[in-house]
């Protein structure tokens, strides 16, 4: 019995959705989020909008205006 397993795209950074994000804090943030994944395996469409949003999160709780 086959199993389908779902290859991972690697995707460009899109534009952040979240406004007063860059590009640039995006890129930093997922870099260190995935240190252990990089550069063997690309990232994701899904590992930068988790970025993102993680980012975010944590902007919010710092009290941190973009």
Do not use: N, S
């Amino acid at each position: 019995m086959k199993t389908k397993i779902k290859a991972a795209k690697a995707f460009d950074q899109p534009k952040p959705f979240t406004p007063g994000v860059t590009r640039g804090m995006v890129r930093e943030h997922a870099y260190r989020l995935y240190r252990d994944k990089l550069p063997e395996h690309p990232l994701t469409l899904e590992d930068w909008v988790l970025a993102e949003k993680d980012l975010v999160a944590t902007m919010e709780a710092e009290g941190v205006e973009g």
